[in-house]
């Protein structure tokens, strides 16, 4: 099983909300990590977003849009970007990441479809 | 301006070697650690490596173990990345990276095929 599990795909509507879960593996607490996410264009390296370990810790990456936030589902044991007023602009391949076990570790992306 | 900037990619033949290099700007390298991280064309992202501030630890994922070696030159305000018996699946773009507070650069495509 991956340490980091994120869904393939995902489609909403333009003004609508995405969330974009980040599943830890079982037997890792979500509550112990700081979670990073990144949004990834065609052809394009990732760009940072923001980091989020709990509301009192965490970072929005320079000139990401506060429409862009980050939060946990303890209940879930994931990680939760969530997009606000979505925008054709917002399509793109978002990534977690983790610092585990002296590794970082990726989630395998999320295509997110605005239509 | 800060950024980081790669070099070195290319064709290689399978069990080859290539040297990547990362060039910093606007940034003191010697106060961070260090990261190569890939993406296979198509594919998700991967980290690779990482190296200590000051080159005394270094971490590589199972694959790459014994062939890929992370090294700086502080001075030099760069990082490498060495890669020996290059396979077809490391055919991937290379990105140089502060992930801990995240800085990349713009990556450099390493093609291994015959």
């Known amino acids: 099983q991956a340490v980091l599990t994120q869904p393939s795909s995902l489609s909403a509507s333009p003004g609508a909300s995405a969330s974009l879960t980040c599943t830890l593996r079982?037997?890792?607490?979500?509550?112990?990590?700081?979670i990073y996410w990144y949004q990834q264009k065609p052809g394009s390296p990732p760009q940072y977003l923001l980091k989020?370990?709990?509301?009192?810790?965490?970072?929005?990456g320079s000139g990401v849009p506060s429409r862009f936030s980050g939060s946990k589902d303890a209940s879930a044991n994931a990680g939760i970007l969530l997009i606000s007023g979505l925008q054709s602009e917002d399509e793109a391949d978002y990534y977690c990441?983790?610092?585990?076990?002296?590794?970082?570790?990726f989630g395998g992306g999320t295509k997110l479809t605005v239509l | 301006e800060v950024q980081l900037v790669e070099s070195g990619g290319g064709l290689v033949q399978p069990a080859g070697s290539l040297r990547l290099s990362c060039a910093a700007s606007?940034?003191?390298?010697?106060?961070?650690?260090m990261s190569w991280v890939r993406q296979a064309p198509g594919k998700g992202l991967e980290w690779v490596a990482t190296?200590?501030?000051?080159?005394?630890?270094?971490l590589y994922v199972d694959s790459v173990k014994g062939r890929f070696t992370i090294s700086r030159d502080n001075a030099k305000n760069s990082l490498y990345l060495q890669m020996n018996s290059l396979r077809a699946e490391d055919t991937a773009v290379y990105y140089c990276?502060?992930?801990?507070?995240?800085?990349w650069g713009q990556g450099t495509l390493v093609t291994v095929s015959s």
């Open positions: 990276a502060r992930l801990g507070d995240p800085l």
């Open positions: 606007g940034l003191t390298l010697s106060r961070y650690w």
């Open positions: 190296v200590k501030e000051d080159g005394s630890e270094r």
């Open positions: 079982s037997g890792i607490n979500v509550g112990t990590y700081r």
């Open positions: 989020y370990n709990s509301d009192s810790d965490k970072q929005q």
């Open positions: 990441m983790i610092w585990h076990n002296s590794a970082w570790v």
